[in-house]
């Protein structure tokens, strides 16, 4: 199975602020790799597919880039709404498993 | 607008079985494959099995195969879930995902199964 491994595992920022976090997988997915968001006590959100592409709706202060093993997901101007759990998943092998999630907190 | 609304969880003991539904509207259901994804408490997300548009072709990770069965039902816009020999380490939320490939596009608001006697 391909692993996922994302970084940090929490995060702590002001609003305003830009944050990032990092998907690392433990061989190449050429690009296939996409980002959710979950609030709390909700279901998982597809926020960005195929490493770079936003889902509809999703603002655009968030982004995504990466390739080869190396990902990350870009939140510009943070807002007090972007609270939630943040997961990587890798979509180019079965199984298509997912990173262990990145907690954001508001400082 | 897409829904997707599971139910049929609950508290179930140890080798009992369960079947969990999904009922999808908003979009043409028969075209699309569906699939389950898991997420034990506090824990991170896991896919359980995903299913064809026809139904024709199952997949399944491989700690559930032999127990876990994916099935559809395109006249009633419905997927389910049949889990046997349930075990403590299938406690979980059920979540049904729109599967586009390249990503999960929508999740239910899921459903919780707990197997403890």
């Known amino acids: 199975d391909i692993q996922m491994t994302q970084s940090p595992a929490s995060l702590s920022a002001s609003l305003g602020e830009t944050v990032t976090i990092e998907c690392l997988a433990s061989?190449?997915?050429?690009?296939?790799l996409a980002w959710y968001q979950q609030k709390p006590g909700k279901s998982p959100q597809l926020l960005i597919y195929y490493a770079n592409s936003l889902n509809d709706g999703v603002p655009s202060r968030f982004s995504g880039s990466g390739s080869g093993t190396q990902y990350s997901l870009k939140i510009n101007s943070l807002q007090s709404e972007d609270v939630s759990i943040y997961f990587c998943?890798?979509?180019?092998?079965?199984?298509?498993?997912f990173g262990g999630g990145t907690k954001l907190e508001l400082k | 607008e897409v829904q997707l609304v599971e139910s049929g969880g609950g508290l179930v003991q140890p080798g009992r079985s369960l079947k969990l539904s999904c009922a999808a509207s908003g979009f043409t259901y028969s075209n699309y494959v569906m699939a389950w994804v898991r997420q034990a408490p506090t824990k991170g997300l896991e896919w359980v099995a995903s299913?064809?548009?026809?139904?024709?072709?199952?997949y399944y990770r491989d700690s559930v195969k032999g127990r876990f069965t994916i099935s559809r039902d395109n006249a009633k816009n419905t997927l389910y879930l049949q889990i046997d020999s349930l075990r403590s380490e299938d406690t979980a939320t059920y979540y049904c995902?729109?599967?586009?490939?390249?990503?999960?596009?929508?999740w239910g608001q899921g459903t919780l199964v707990t197997v403890s006697s």
């Open positions: 061989e190449d997915i050429y690009s296939n």
């Open positions: 995902a729109k599967d586009m490939g390249e990503a999960f596009a929508y």
């Open positions: 998943q890798q979509n180019y092998d079965s199984p298509r498993t």
């Open positions: 299913i064809s548009t026809g139904g024709g072709n199952t």
